[in-house]
């Protein structure tokens, strides 16, 4: 099972300590601009958000000056002191800060975060930042069935699936009938989940984020975190600007260039 954010070490610390960057967007030979319309590409595709070139990136970012110099710039700062906390390593919750401002007063007031609740299945503890991550690859490089996934449960973590969901589909029941559960079970995990949304995977999901009703050996209800499934790692980057963003990155530093392939079910 995931950690949650205070249990595992930053991203890339070497490459973030010590880096002192002026972004300089009339400059097109800093690579600046190129960074920031690949990462807000990125984000764009999460969101199903329109992408944009690389000379329609330059003109928006030139024309946020203005909001610069009043609250968001007090806003990226007051998040710049929390991402040093978490780039130094620091894991105590109550070294970190929620901050709130009115710069109309002007107004500072900082609190400490409160813990994510936490709750507790065959002896493990978890909260909502915790995830059952299973890799939906096995060992001989065939996606696993729906048959496979409710074995990995009851063996490794040993619980009993009741259903299974994703998002507003229900992919599997106990009362389903025997026919379509029969069919089901046969299938890949991806092809689960086409055949029920009736829509594709797009192309840059990286897993398939699932919800779990089970049992314990008892047989009672137990709460258990969202399952996180992963595809398969292929070489090709799609759309064009994530392969740029992983260029840009192995030019900043060839130490971190070993980044990890998109992941997708096909």
Same mark, same amino acid.
Request: glycine share 6%.
């Given at each position: 099972?995931?950690?949650?954010?205070?249990?595992?070490? $930053?991203?890339?610390?070497?490459?973030?300590?010590?880096?002192?960057?002026?972004?300089?967007?009339?400059?097109?030979?800093?690579?600046?601009?190129? /960074?920031?319309?690949?990462?807000?590409?990125?984000?764009?595709?999460?969101?199903?958000? $329109?992408?944009?070139?690389?000379?329609? +990136?330059?003109? &928006?970012?030139?024309? &946020?000056?203005?909001?610069?110099?009043?609250?968001?710039?007090?806003?990226?700062?007051?998040?710049?002191?929390?991402? @040093?906390?978490?780039?130094?390593?620091?894991?105590?919750?109550?070294?970190?800060?929620?901050?709130?401002?009115?710069?109309?007063?002007? @107004?500072?007031?900082?609190?400490?975060?409160?813990?994510?609740?936490?709750?507790?299945?065959?002896?493990?503890?978890?909260? %909502?930042?915790?995830?059952?991550?299973?890799?939906? *690859?096995?060992?001989?490089?065939?996606?696993? +069935? #729906?048959?496979? @996934?409710?074995?990995?449960?009851?063996?490794?973590?040993?619980?009993?699936?009741?259903?299974?969901?994703?998002? !507003?589909?229900?992919?599997?029941? /106990? @009362?389903?009938?025997?026919?379509?559960?029969?069919?089901?079970?046969? #299938?890949?995990?991806?092809? !689960?989940?086409?055949?029920?949304?009736?829509?594709?995977?797009?192309?840059? !999901?990286?897993?398939?984020? %699932?919800?779990?009703?089970?049992?314990?050996?008892?047989?009672?209800?137990?709460?258990?975190?969202?399952?996180?499934?992963?595809?398969?790692?292929?070489?090709?980057?799609?759309?064009?600007? *994530?392969?740029?963003?992983?260029?840009?990155?192995?030019? *900043?530093?060839?130490?971190?260039?070993?980044?990890?392939?998109?992941?997708?079910?096909?």
């Amino acid at each position: 099972m995931t950690k949650g954010p205070w249990d595992v070490a $930053p991203p890339f610390p070497t490459l973030l300590s010590g880096m002192h960057v002026l972004v300089t967007e009339d400059d097109d030979t800093n690579l600046h601009m190129d /960074f920031i319309c690949a990462t807000s590409n990125l984000r764009a595709e999460n969101y199903e958000i $329109p992408p944009a070139d690389k000379h329609k +990136t330059k003109g &928006i970012a030139g024309k &946020i000056i203005p909001a610069i110099a009043t609250t968001t710039s007090a806003v990226a700062g007051l998040v710049c002191l929390e991402l @040093f906390k978490m780039v130094n390593g620091n894991k105590k919750l109550e070294s970190y800060k929620n901050g709130f401002i009115n710069l109309a007063l002007p @107004f500072y007031g900082f609190s400490e975060p409160i813990a994510a609740p936490t709750q507790e299945y065959n002896g493990i503890k978890f909260s %909502l930042w915790d995830r059952i991550d299973v890799n939906g *690859i096995q060992q001989n490089g065939v996606e696993m +069935t #729906l048959q496979e @996934f409710l074995d990995y449960f009851q063996k490794e973590l040993n619980l009993e699936i009741t259903m299974l969901s994703q998002g !507003v589909c229900m992919l599997y029941s /106990f @009362f389903m009938q025997a026919a379509k559960l029969k069919e089901r079970k046969a #299938l890949k995990m991806s092809e !689960v989940v086409t055949k029920v949304s009736k829509k594709k995977i797009p192309k840059h !999901v990286r897993h398939l984020v %699932l919800e779990i009703c089970c049992n314990d050996p008892e047989g009672e209800d137990v709460e258990v975190p969202y399952v996180r499934v992963r595809g398969k790692t292929t070489c090709g980057f799609d759309p064009p600007y *994530i392969q740029k963003y992983v260029e840009i990155s192995s030019l *900043i530093d060839s130490k971190s260039s070993n980044l990890d392939g998109i992941v997708t079910f096909e």
